[in-house]
């Protein structure tokens, strides 16, 4: 690689000395990427104050390929898979491309060394792993990286309830899941249209991200029972149980059952099947949910300044008995990988991309906007949000172009980073600040109550803000490992494709049934196809791979099995 820009490098000289080089040559146009990510949500070139910042720094436009139906198929056949390359998992299909060469190699002429220095130097762990995991040569890092092993990650489930209707209903006792939907039904009573004049529901889903199983459904299971998805199933990181989907009276099946009672009682969203993120964000923003498990389709929506304005916030709420996951900080970092493909005519470039967004600044701007607009440091060097910041953390259709006369241009969202991952955890230390990522951390975000409804969340439970009153409750730790998910024989993948898409087409019908009837033959009808698909084949292998999963976090807790 070296020798090829040395190549390049000596050409240009010659073409500038013979006066040959090309009119506009010297003041070439950006360069344009293509970032295939099995994470976003984006499908396109990048827009906005994040393609701005990309533009600025790297002279580049970013041209995001999302990861729908046959693209991954798709652009292993053709050879190609991009110049950023984000996957979903370390699993599988990243393995398959490691397997085929699809992958750029960082340590090939010190690549990582020479232009990912913040990576070479500040993640170690995290790049072993990859070798680890890659048979023994390094393709790129897993997402969430954390600074030390001895803590949690922040709460990722937040169980943001409409407060202002709780408290108009006097604080009914929640003691289980199902509990909660005779207060929806009061809720609704209370609040039956959004801002628009739309009807409103206790919950919006959308089945976008269903993976293996739908994704809302086992994202409840986990949020409820701390238990942690796992193939087909959940895996409880507690004793290293697992629960297949279909397990009768399991924590999926009970799931399907509570998201069927509130779409008989008219309290979910009837076009849950067919929403995208996009329609689903837009009902919550309007008021049209009471409930989420994630603060990004609940408080993070919903408590736009309008709403604070009137008193109306989504704040955190949980029945008794749930226990939420917490993951554990892990300095090896995650399973969504950041990778660099082997056709890329650009590595290095790529290469300083990603390293940038490993930085603090890369990393706060990612999150946050950018810096000296959003968010910046202050006279203490701690970390603060600027005014317009403190607007577009809580609403993200602020119009930058108004904002800023036109410095900045478009919705702050639908400007930022849409490639959708991460590199260091949110709640690792920024050694410029000593504080978090997290703005929950900051010194600045220690304020007084933004409204009296907020007040009176403080005063009811005892607790400043959401990290804090979830820490206090009861929750499952997930110990961080090296563990990565195996690759299943060519006979297993024809079954796993078979099953998955079963129980993905069985949960959705049976959460749309009419009667109790109905629902069991549903389930049951899943569960007999599922079956002769392989099913317990398919268990079996999951279950193997909870044993594995297991193994590693008794050596990384120093337990007993």
Request: contains cysteine.
């Amino acid at each position: 690689m070296k020798h090829k820009k040395a190549l390049i490098s000596l050409m240009l000289a010659l073409v500038l000395t013979l006066g040959l080089l090309p009119a506009g040559l010297a003041q070439s146009g950006p360069i344009t990427l293509t970032a295939y990510s099995q994470l976003a949500n984006w499908d396109g070139e990048l827009t906005g104050w994040f393609a701005k910042i990309l533009l600025d720094k790297f002279n580049v436009k970013i041209n995001v390929i999302p990861d729908n139906e046959g693209v991954y198929e798709t652009r292993m056949e053709s050879g190609d898979l991009g110049d950023l390359v984000i996957w979903g998992s370390d699993g599988e299909e990243y393995q398959a491309a490691v397997e085929y060469g699809m992958l750029f190699d960082w340590e090939d002429e010190d690549l990582v060394q020479e232009y990912g220095p913040y990576i070479y130097e500040h993640m170690q762990p995290a790049l072993e792993k990859n070798r680890e995991i890659s048979g023994g040569k390094v393709y790129g890092f897993g997402h969430n990286v954390a600074t030390t092993p001895n803590d949690h990650e922040s709460f990722f489930y937040t169980w943001d309830l409409r407060w202002d209707l709780y408290k108009q209903l006097g604080y009914p006792q929640m003691n289980t899941l199902e509990d909660m939907i005779p207060v929806f039904e009061k809720m609704k009573e209370i609040a039956p249209t959004d801002d628009n004049g739309n009807e409103t529901f206790a919950v919006s889903l959308w089945p976008d991200w269903d993976g293996d199983m739908v994704m809302y459904v086992k994202a409840t299971a986990t949020a409820y029972y701390g238990y942690d998805e796992l193939g087909i199933g959940l895996y409880n990181p507690h004793n290293g149980e697992y629960y297949d989907a279909l397990m009768p009276d399991g924590p999926y099946l009970r799931v399907v059952k509570f998201f069927n009672q509130l779409y008989r009682k008219g309290l979910l969203d009837p076009n849950s099947m067919v929403n995208t993120y996009d329609t689903m964000i837009e009902k919550v923003q309007n008021g049209g949910t009471f409930f989420s498990i994630f603060n990004y389709a609940g408080s993070m929506g919903y408590n736009k300044q309008e709403h604070q304005d009137q008193n109306k916030m989504m704040l955190t709420w949980l029945p008794e008995e749930a226990s939420p996951i917490a993951y554990g900080m892990n300095v090896k970092g995650g399973n969504r990988v950041w990778s660099i493909g082997a056709k890329s005519m650009y590595p290095e470039l790529v290469m300083e991309i990603i390293n940038w967004l490993a930085t603090p600044e890369g990393r706060l701007t990612s999150d946050y906007g950018p810096k000296g607009l959003t968010w910046d440091y202050d006279e203490n060097g701690k970390t603060m949000f600027t005014e317009l910041g403190k607007l577009t953390n809580l609403d993200r259709k602020v119009n930058l172009t108004e904002k800023t006369n036109g410095e900045w241009n478009g919705l702050f969202g639908e400007g930022s980073n849409q490639l959708n991952n991460t590199t260091w955890s949110i709640n690792a230390t920024n050694p410029e600040s000593g504080e978090r990522y997290s703005y929950e951390f900051w010194e600045s975000s220690n304020t007084p109550a933004k409204t009296d409804i907020e007040q009176d969340w403080r005063d009811y439970t005892g607790f400043e803000n959401t990290q804090s009153f979830l820490g206090g409750h009861k929750y499952v730790v997930a110990p961080g490992t090296s563990y990565a998910i195996g690759v299943r024989s060519d006979e297993l993948k024809v079954k796993w494709t078979q099953v998955t898409k079963t129980i993905k087409d069985g949960t959705w019908n049976a959460i749309y049934a009419k009667n109790d009837g109905e629902l069991n033959y549903l389930i049951n009808d899943m569960i007999r196809k599922a079956k002769a698909y392989g099913y317990d084949d398919c268990v079996a292998w999951a279950q193997n791979e909870a044993a594995i999963r297991r193994a590693l976090e008794v050596e990384a807790m120093g337990q007993q099995p």
